[in-house]
């Protein structure tokens, strides 16, 4: 299996721009994790979705995210404006079934918002 | 809001020695997961403990769990410099939220 693939790996914009990023998850998985890390705040769960139903988005930091998985195998996460703030490292992870299950990690998009 | 802390947060150890990461959380779980980090990459899972008194060993590494304490240990024994990296562990709650604690980076000297 290819795990949980994420695009682009890196990225770099301007303040004000939108941002999405993009997660495919391990096939067969049906519960799909947005995280953020950064050094100041660790690792927060940002928003779960479990058949391909938003779960809680309650980690969500403001109006400016929003995120979608219009199916099984595809799912975005889009910042609209972009601030420097959101500079950080934004993991997509899966699991099985449920939250309270092993997730598997994406590599991860470095997002620098300038 | 439940509340992961580990500590230490940094670690640095000789090669050979032993040493133990300890994680608390602030609710009840019966499940806690530990994850490796190494630099600039993802997160792999390493343990999952699923109830109290469960151990779990791969290698230089055993985990153990004590939900009464609300506790579990990553112990590491005769480090080798292949296990410095960031070490995590990680509880969800009874709803569906999940708290990674704040990781600690273990560096292991030659």
């Known amino acids: 299996d290819a795990g949980v693939i994420q695009s682009p790996r890196h990225e770099v914009t301007e303040m004000g721009q939108e941002v999405t990023l993009r997660c495919k998850p391990i096939s067969g998985h049906n519960s799909l994790f947005w995280y953020r890390q950064t050094m100041m705040r660790g690792l927060e769960l940002l928003i779960y979705?479990?058949?391909?139903?938003?779960?809680?988005d309650s980690g969500m930091p403001e109006d400016r995210f929003s995120a979608k998985m219009p199916n099984a195998s595809f799912s975005t996460l889009k910042i609209q404006p972009s601030e420097p703030r959101d500079s950080a490292v934004y993991f997509c992870?899966?699991?099985?079934?449920?939250?309270?299950?092993?997730?598997?990690f994406g590599p991860g998009t470095r997002l620098l918002v300038l | 809001e439940l509340k992961v802390e580990q500590n230490p947060l940094f670690l640095s150890m000789q090669e050979g020695k032993n040493y133990t990461i300890y994680c608390n959380y602030s609710?009840?779980?019966?499940?806690l997961y530990w994850y490796r980090q190494d630099p600039g990459k993802s997160l792999e899972s390493l343990f999952v403990l699923l109830s109290n008194g469960a151990v779990k060993q791969e290698g230089r590494l055993m985990a153990s769990l004590d939900t009464k304490a609300r506790l579990s240990t990553l112990h590491i024994t005769a480090a080798v410099h292949d296990l410095s990296a960031t070490y995590f562990c990680?509880?969800?709650?009874?709803?569906?939220?999940?708290?990674f604690g704040t990781g600690t980076s273990l560096t292991v000297i030659p």
């Open positions: 990680a509880v969800g709650d009874t709803g569906n939220q999940f708290y």
């Open positions: 992870a899966s699991s099985i079934r449920t939250v309270q299950e092993t997730q598997y």
């Open positions: 979705f479990n058949n391909n139903v938003p779960i809680d």
């Open positions: 609710t009840t779980s019966d499940r």
